[in-house]
């Protein structure tokens, strides 16, 4: 029996060393888990073996099940917060997007993005322009700006936020210096974010979660029924279910976590989703869509849109009889689109950390 015990020992420590080996990714391009390409394999060389040391060390059998384990022991049981060029932990569980190349939260949230003056004259002439030619064409119109997670919820971050103005604050100024229609709902979700129980965002994605959306929707529905005061529109009745997750979230893989909890609300209408008043119809062009609801006596609608939008979509279908959605931000030659489809308004929508180029000649 003992002996048998040690042939047992024996041969999985075996396995164990030679698992680097057996599982060797010889072939792999891609890691997924890390989302970056894989060293690739040198040229031989009789002088040298240090070449090959990234190649196996991004090769080696097991590798990434490692990786995922150190991180997991270190976000779950250490409590460190984990950072790349890509994302950072924070506090609470909670997760933040940082890409210096879309858009650069992490300067933002360390106030180091701020407009020059030519950069707001910039802005506000862009926005005049649109608003003079919306007012040119009949065009009734609204822009809203959805706030960064840290600019919500600034103290889960791994560190404080610098004092003095944010960027948000400068565009802010701009818009009401303007009096164009304008929401910006950042203010009101960190009033609501201390009284509501669930959060407004997800902990472990960029955006905001269906409850945050609501909060935003409503402000843009009182914007839209003050252009539009003779129309009735329809009453929402919030109701929210909870549940939550421990997969979901699109900075998990930019942090190599497999799984981290997330509050997952869906907000209902009473009873009924907020989709069963309208039916989506996809278009034949790339990033666009319709919605109908078949009510004649609403207003028609172009909004154009990032992927914070998505979250608006179900809420804001509701108040039109059609509406076209398009994943890009307005520019000039959207303009032909735009008055051949002659919608009652347009709505110009972009996430704070790309607000700066809402609209564009």
Sequence with gaps: MKKAIQIVFVTVVCLILLFPIIGFNGKGEVSELENRKLAEKPKFSWKSFVPYDSYFQDRFGGR???????????????HRSLHNNLAIGGRHGWLFYTDADDGDNLADFNKKNLLNNDQLEQLESNIQSVVEWCNANNLKY??????????VYPENYPYSRP???TRLFQIDSVFR????????????????????????????????????AYYAAQMIKAAIEK????????????NVEVGYSNTEGDIMPLLNLK??????????????????????????????????????KLPTAIVFRDSFGSALVPYLSTLFANAD???????????????????D?????????????????
């Excluded at 990434?64 to 250490?78: G, K, M, Q, T």
């Excluded at 252009?227 to 919030?238: A, C, G, H, T, Y």
């Excluded at 308004?345 to 000649?361: G, K, N, Q, T």
């Design 227 to 238: 252009l539009f005061p003779d129309i009735e529109f329809p009453e929402w009745n919030k």
């Design 163 to 165: 004092a003095g103005k």
């Design 259 to 296: 799984k981290a909890k997330s509050t997952r609300p869906i907000v209902k209408d009473g009873a009924n989703l907020f989709t069963d008043y309208y039916e989506r119809v996809e278009s034949d062009v790339e990033g666009r869509f319709q919605t109908h609801t078949g009510n004649k």
């Design 64 to 78: 990434e099940s490692l990786v995922e384990l150190a991180n997991w022991f270190d976000y779950e049981i250490l």
């Design 177 to 212: 210096s303007l009096g164009v229609v304008y929401v910006n709902p950042c203010d009101t979700l960190i009033c609501l974010k201390n009284r509501e129980k669930l959060p407004l965002y997800y902990e472990t994605d960029t955006h905001w979660n269906p409850v945050g």
């Design 142 to 151: 609204l822009f809203l700006i959805c706030p960064n997670k840290h600019s």
């Design 325 to 343: 959605y398009n994943w890009k931000q307005f520019r000039d030659d959207d303009k032909e689109y735009v008055l051949q489809s002659k919608p």
């Design 345 to 361: 308004i347009v709505i110009f929508e972009a996430v704070e950390r790309y607000s700066w180029s809402i609209v564009a000649e």
